[in-house]
T-cell receptor
Framework: GESVGLHLPTLSVQEGDNSIINCAYS??????FIWYKQESGKGPQFIIDIRSNMDKRQGQRVTVLLNKTVKHLSLQIAATQPGDSAVYFC????????????FGKGTKLSVKP | EAQVTQNPRYLITVTGKKLTVTCSQNMNHEYMSWYRQDPGLGLRQIYYSMNVEVTDKGDVPEGYKVSRKEKRNFPLILESPSPNQTSLYFC???????????FGPGTRLTVT
């Protein structure tokens, strides 16, 4: 079946270092991919998305890379800060509808001061 | 303030007692969706709606109903709740189907 998965359930980084969170997907027909951040006790918050016709997209301190050949995307956070501590989810459409989203199980990012 | 609201935020109920969780957005978004979040399973989509009167099943629709009679509201209905529906529920909306989704604060439901 369709799946979107994250490679590591937890990631611990030193404040100021760069963080890389990975995600694999199975539906090659997905038109877009999204990264969300969820802080404890809150709903998910949009970080950045990327369309399937792009390889890279940059935001403020974040970069998403898409490798369609191996069905892999990654979220890179530059100069990680304590406020970046959260669970990060990738999401992508699956099945026949672009509105039908499947989320990865999440990677918990911990930032050490 | 642009937001997605859910009510109630917390609910404890008993098996079989019908309940409705309301969701409302004030951003004139076309797309709305319901998710449940369980430990170890992440976020799973229950139902979504592309526009008024258009709803479709997500990943885990069994035991749930939705309706989209007007653009701003997308209630989640549990006709006969069971303990396996104990979960944290999120409603979300987006300007378009592939757009950034804005999530509500969540509803924590316990069914005993």
């Amino acid at each position: 079946g369709e799946s979107v998965g994250l490679h590591l359930p937890t990631l611990s980084v030193q404040e100021g270092d760069n963080s890389i969170i990975n995600c694999a997907y199975s539906n090659s027909a997905s038109d877009y991919f999204i990264w969300y951040k969820q802080e404890s006790g809150k709903g998910p918050q949009f970080i950045i998305d990327i369309r399937s016709n792009m390889d890279k997209r940059q935001g403020q301190r974040v970069t998403v890379l898409l490798n369609k050949t191996v069905k892999h995307l990654s979220l890179q956070i530059a100069a990680t800060q304590p406020g970046d501590s959260a669970v990060y989810f990738c999401a992508a459409p699956w099945g026949g509808s672009q509105g039908n989203l499947i989320f990865g199980k999440g990677t918990k990012l911990s930032v050490k001061p | 303030e642009a937001q997605v609201t859910q009510n109630p935020r917390y609910l404890i109920t008993v098996t079989g007692k019908k309940l409705t969780v309301t969701c409302s957005q004030n951003m004139n978004h076309e797309y709305m969706s319901w998710y449940r979040q369980d430990p170890g399973l992440g976020l799973r989509q229950i139902y979504y709606s592309m526009n008024v009167e258009v709803t479709d099943k997500g990943d885990v629709p069994e035991g749930y109903k939705v309706s989209r009679k007007e653009k701003r509201n997308f209630p989640l209905i549990l006709e006969s709740p069971s303990p396996n529906q104990t979960s944290l529920y999120f409603c979300a909306s987006s300007p378009t189907v592939a757009g950034e989704q804005y999530f509500g604060p969540g509803t924590r439901l316990t069914v005993t």
